[in-house]
């Protein structure tokens, strides 16, 4: 992405910021309504020094190389030169060590992507005891943003639970500043993301990431503990929103991600559950919403199928 491009998007969301007197709202980003037991033999005498045999060292374990990605990297390049937009993509594929990186730590609009970090955060508080899903968080009218749902009064409660499956399954922006505002802000949330892998980020507040940065988070995820990785991918399967990389693999693989959506700005960062499980982000500007989708799709199964074939 040009650099001029990327911070007129910023400056958008900044001046956003600043007229609507919340901390930050995603403009509408979302409104679219998974020892051995021990021997009971005798032991066997020693050999004696002259009969003793010699021993053989163990032969070191040869260590696996990555494979060629050059043959994706073409593909991928051709793709998106043929679209016409301007993309970032992070690719990783953590059993062999082979990734791809086009622009992957390019500046982008995060839009609904900080609800990656934001639910990875929720469901480890909730693994660790520090918080249950049944605790009630109460709406005030600063947290309200039109998204998917607009049952939101001031006073009115939902437990946890429910908040966190309207951020996941539906990406619902005012569930997602309740709990955003009951973590403690964008500090608690940025000092966690980083922690995790996203460094080059600011979620939230500026809402600034990149591909590298969601892939960061994902491969992350996978060394969670088992109850929240459980509860997240849980939360961040058979969405409301599968067209993206979701649609670019077959129905047989699972596939946990996260969307965002704001103007022009379509992203989708996931971790796919195949033969081999591999993380892909990518990030889309200049397409509409449909145009977006499919571009993120023939990536996908681009990367699916180079997967397959190594």
């Not at 599968?242 to 022009?264: F, N, Q, R, W």
């Amino acid at each position: 992405m040009a650099a001029g491009r990327r911070l007129l998007a910023v400056g958008f969301s900044l001046a956003a910021i600043a007229t609507s007197g919340v901390a930050y709202r995603d403009v509408r980003a979302e409104t679219e309504r998974a020892p051995a037991p021990a021997s009971s033999a005798r032991p066997v005498p020693s050999a004696t020094p002259s009969t003793a045999p010699s021993a053989t060292p163990a032969p070191s374990p040869t260590p696996i190389s990555a494979p060629d990605t050059r043959t994706l990297e073409a593909s991928l390049g051709s793709i998106i030169a043929g679209s016409g937009a301007e993309v970032s993509l992070s690719f990783v594929d953590p059993a062999t060590s082979a990734q791809v990186s086009i622009d992957g730590g390019a500046p982008w609009v995060a839009a609904s992507t900080y609800k990656l970090p934001l639910l990875m955060d929720e469901t480890d508080l909730i693994a660790n005891g520090t918080a249950s899903s049944n605790d009630v968080l109460c709406f005030t009218d600063a947290d309200y943003e039109d998204g998917y749902f607009d049952d939101y009064a001031d006073g009115d409660c939902f437990t946890r639970d429910v908040l966190m499956q309207r951020v996941g399954k539906e990406s619902d922006n005012t569930a997602a500043h309740i709990l955003v505002r009951y973590l403690g802000g964008a500090g608690p949330l940025n000092a966690f993301a980083a922690a995790n892998g996203a460094t080059s980020s600011g979620f939230y507040d500026p809402n600034q990431t990149t591909a590298a940065d969601l892939s960061a988070l994902l491969l992350h995820e996978r060394t969670a503990p088992a109850a929240a990785q459980a509860e997240l991918r849980a939360l961040l399967t058979h969405t409301l929103y599968e067209s993206g990389v979701p649609a670019g693999v077959p129905a047989t693989a699972t596939v946990i991600h996260k969307v965002g959506m704001l103007d022009a700005v379509t992203n989708d960062a996931a971790l796919v559950l195949g033969p081999r499980p591999y993380v892909l982000a990518v990030l889309v500007d200049g397409l509409d919403r449909d145009a977006g989708w499919s571009l993120i799709a023939r990536l996908s199964a681009a990367v699916w199928q180079w997967e397959a074939s190594t």
